[in-house]
């Protein structure tokens, strides 16, 4: 059965750097699309950033352009989200999401931008 494990993040002052990894199982994960999300308290999910199978399309919500990088490493099975420049409206739990199963989500892994 699918399976993803977010993991890496934690408390960081503005403008600081985070690297998300979010590990994968139970499917092919080289050949789906996928995606990084954010929820933070009160709001609704929101689409951080996409990246496609094969890395050739890679897309991201104006909110982070600029400052954050979705990579991913197919032999490894793993998605990850370089975080720059970080404010404080990035706080939030951020998921990985796979096409491969739209409505499944994992724990998270929780970023919170504090000083």
């Known amino acids: 059965q699918v399976q993803l494990v977010e993991s890496g993040g934690g408390l960081v002052q503005p403008g600081g750097s985070l690297t998300l990894s979010c590990a994968a199982s139970?499917?092919?994960?080289?050949?789906?699309?996928m995606r990084w999300y954010r929820q933070a308290p009160g709001k609704e999910r929101e689409l951080v950033a996409t990246?496609?199978?094969?890395?050739?399309?890679?897309n991201y919500a104006d909110s982070v352009k600029g400052r954050f990088t979705i990579s991913r490493d197919n032999a490894k099975s793993t998605v990850y989200l370089q975080m720059n420049s970080l404010k404080f409206e990035d706080t939030a739990v951020y998921y990985c999401?796979?096409?491969?199963?739209?409505?499944?989500w994992g724990q998270g892994t929780q970023v919170t931008v504090s000083s």
């Open positions: 990246i496609s199978s094969n890395s050739g399309y890679i």
């Open positions: 999401n796979t096409a491969a199963k739209r409505d499944y």
């Open positions: 139970g499917f092919t994960f080289s050949a789906f699309l």
